[in-house]
């Protein structure tokens, strides 16, 4: 092989290197819709994380009510819930798909999860599924096989029995290594649940009490658990909390989420922190924004940055993208997402454009 051969041979090789290496920037976005107002059930879209571009929208998966999505850790399965009471014994369901690309190809449903199910939280390890019913005041939690399928006879935690004189309303849950987390809007406060015996059994701390009807919905965990915030929906306020040394949790500070001036109704909805940690934000049905904190990394505490209007109405989850470059908001009553640039530095927003949704509520990120 003489000089120019092996030069040119080694000028192809390095060049198909180069395209098989080539990052991508799009990856899919799954969201959640009700479906009484034109929608069919699941949708998924390309997201490109250089311009924030939404395309190629298409129908995932045909499936009544799915107000909230959560993919599974290895990313191969999602889960949906059905928020309804029309399932056998006046139920809603939890239904899990395999991924397929963009589309999603259903294993198999279950009814055990009491009236109007609205949230699913997942382990890290992919074997347990906590699904929240509203109405029904509720836990469900499902052994999930090894090919992603819901297994039968959950075990089923009673919220209802818990409080006589308030109504639960079981919204958000979530497992961690100190165990599952449960807020229930009706009983003002954030219960805790821990595996003994193969079965979840109340922790030894008692729940985490919220102020009188301040209905906490949804809530997340900084600096590895060492805080929790909780966003409550019905007095529009955020509280945090410290972890002690034998991890339970007490008070540090309750804030409001609403502008002074504000004089009208608003009721929160979802919590997200930043992927460094340094900001939290959280949604404002009524005002119609999105507050913005930013977070003390010594203390846990919160410092008003300002609040972003959603361009929409009723903001319901938002959802931060992989490359913590953008914030994505689902606005149910005005049927559009909204996607925001975000300043890493500041932590504040910037529009930059919507897609026409009919009743989005829910955004997951696959990757």
Not at 1 to 24: R, V
Not at 104 to 116: D, E, P, Q, R, S
């Amino acid at each position: 092989m003489n000089k120019y051969h092996a030069f040119l041979l080694i000028t192809i090789l390095l060049g198909t290197d180069c395209q098989t290496h080539e990052p991508s920037t799009s990856t899919t976005l799954f969201v959640g819709t009700y479906t009484e107002n034109g929608s069919e059930g699941i949708y998924s879209y390309h997201f490109d994380s250089n311009s924030g571009e939404l395309t190629q929208k298409q129908l995932a998966a045909k499936i009544g009510n799915p107000s909230f999505v959560k993919v599974s850790p290895d990313k191969q399965f999602l889960y949906a819930v059905e928020e309804t009471d029309t399932y056998e014994n006046s139920s809603g369901g939890v239904v899990a798909f395999r991924i397929d690309g963009d589309s999603l190809v259903k294993i198999n449903a279950n009814a055990t999860v009491g009236a109007h199910p609205c949230h699913i939280g997942l382990s890290e390890d992919g074997k347990f599924l906590a699904a929240s019913s509203y109405t029904g005041g509720s836990v469900s939690i499902f052994r999930i096989g090894t090919k992603g399928e819901l297994l039968p006879n959950p075990q089923f935690i009673d919220h209802r029995v818990l409080d006589t004189t308030s109504i639960s309303h079981a919204h958000a849950a979530k497992f961690t290594q100190d165990g599952l987390f449960v807020a229930d809007l009706g009983l003002d406060a954030v219960l805790r649940y821990m595996l003994r015996n193969n079965k979840w059994v109340p922790y030894e701390q008692p729940p985490l009490a919220m102020a009188p009807k301040a209905g906490p919905r949804h809530f997340t965990f900084g600096q590895e658990g060492e805080y929790l915030y909780v966003i409550n929906e019905l007095n529009a306020t955020i509280t945090v909390l410290q972890r002690n040394t034998d991890r339970s949790y007490t008070e540090v500070e309750t804030l409001s989420t609403l502008a002074e001036d504000f004089t009208g109704e608003s009721f929160c909805a979802d919590i997200h922190l930043s992927g460094d940690g340094q900001f939290l934000y959280g949604s404002n049905r009524g005002e119609n924004t999105i507050v913005i904190f930013r977070v003390d990394q010594n203390t846990g505490k919160l410092s008003l940055v300002g609040r972003e209007p959603v361009k929409g109405d009723w903001p319901r989850n938002f959802a931060l993208d992989p490359s913590d470059n953008f914030l994505l908001v689902a606005n149910q009553r005005s049927n559009n997402i909204v996607v925001f640039k975000r300043d890493k530095t500041a932590g504040t927003l910037r529009f930059l454009h919507e897609v026409a949704l009919p009743s989005p509520v829910c955004l997951e990120f696959l990757e």
